[in-house]
């Protein structure tokens, strides 16, 4: 079911760079492929589709995040708003975050995992404005990250802090913000990596150097 599954989400990757589905419809397809527990319904996701391109794709393995493809910015939206109040959000697996993305936290956490997330070339903006609450972003090893806001008696906090690659097509997430009584952590795993699994491969890479 697992090998199904991601099958399938990398096809609806490649339909949606190949402008076969457009950006709410790829984004509730994706939903509906991580939440299925029956393989009919992830065959119904790809049914009404080009089957070219489902062929193409139906036998690849499992790759690393696709940047979003070129003269498609436009459709992941200049900004999006997730709000965590006495509770918690989570945005995970598949998903296209926007050029500029506000997180609300009052007496609640917000979770951002960017390791499936399909980032476009250049400078992803995150701003975290947390009053007793905070948010939890998990990044892949590769990605370019910077970080910088203004924490009170509260804090930012980095793994492996690394400064954003040279090239100006590559994909760099800037994440800043204000935090009282709260906190921001960055830590970096590599997908399906638990935060244990991670804690160990990065003992393992320093010994070894």
């Known amino acids: 079911m697992s090998e199904l599954r991601e099958r399938t989400i990398q096809a609806l990757c490649a339909h949606f760079a190949s402008d076969h589905l457009e950006l709410e419809e790829f984004e509730r397809r ?3 492929a991580h939440r299925t527990t029956t393989p009919a319904e992830l065959e119904l996701l790809l049914q009404d589709l080009p089957a070219l391109a489902r062929a193409a794709t139906a036998g690849l393995a499992p790759s690393p995040p696709a940047p979003l493809p ?9 900004s999006r708003v997730v709000v965590a109040i006495l509770g918690g959000v ?17 007496m ?7 390791r499936e997330a399909v980032l476009p070339p250049g ?7 947390s009053l007793m609450g905070g948010a939890d972003i998990i990044v892949p090893p590769e990605l370019g990250v910077v970080t910088s806001g203004i924490a009170i008696l ?16 590559a994909s760099v997430l800037r994440i800043n913000g204000v935090v009282l009584l709260g906190g921001v952590e960055v830590s970096r795993r590599r997908p399906g990596e638990s935060a244990r699994d ?10 070894h150097r």
Request: glycine share 12%; net charge positive; hydrophobic share 30%.
């Open 30 to 32: 994706l939903d509906v």
């Open 70 to 78: 070129a003269g498609r910015e436009e459709l992941r939206g200049r």
């Open 90 to 106: 989570a945005k995970r697996g598949r998903w296209v975050p926007p050029r500029q993305l506000y997180v609300y936290a009052f």
């Open 108 to 114: 609640g956490g917000a979770e951002l995992d960017f």
């Open 123 to 129: 400078e992803t903006r995150v701003t975290v404005l």
């Open 154 to 169: 509260g804090g930012f906090e980095q793994e492996d802090a690394a400064p954003p690659p040279g090239d100006p097509s």
């Open 198 to 207: 991670a804690r160990r491969r990065r003992r393992e890479e320093r010994r």
